[in-house]
C-alpha cells in the first residue's frame, strides 16, 4: 500500500517540490496552503505523514501541531516541520510537540525522501 503524505506550505514553489519528490518515490500526495485546511485534510485522510512549514498565513506550524496532537484522530501522525528557522528559537518553539521532526530549508532534494521517511512508523 502507498505511504500517504500531506504537505502543508503556503509557498508554492516548495509544495510543489516536495510533492514532486514525495510522489516520485511513491507516495500518495495531499497539500493544504495553510493550516486550517492542512488540520481538515489531515483529519479526513489521515496521512502516514505531515510535512508542514513554521510560518503559514493563518497561524504558526507549530500551533497547527498542538491542535493535530490533541485530536485523537491525528495526534499518532508524524510531522515534520520543514522550515528555514534553523535558529535556537524555531527548534525550541517545536520541541516539546511529541513525535515530531525537524528538516531545514532549503531541502536537499536528494534526500529529503529519505530524511522524511525515518519518521513513519511501520
Known sequence: M???ALIIDDNENNLMLEKD???VAGFEVFVAQDASSGIAVAR??????IIMDIRLPDMRGSEAAVI????KETSDIPIV???ASVMAEGREEIKD????GF?????NT???VAEISKFIKG
Open 97 to 100: 510537540i511529541a513525535n515530531s
Open 103 to 107: 528538516v531545514g530549508k532549503p531541502i
Open 44 to 49: 479526513k485522510e489521515k496521512p502516514d505523514i
Open 2 to 4: 502507498k505511504k500517504r
Open 68 to 71: 493535530l496532537r490533541r485530536d
Open 81 to 83: 516541520f520543514v522550515t
Open 110 to 112: 536528494r534526500t529529503f
Open 21 to 23: 519528490l514525495l510522489e
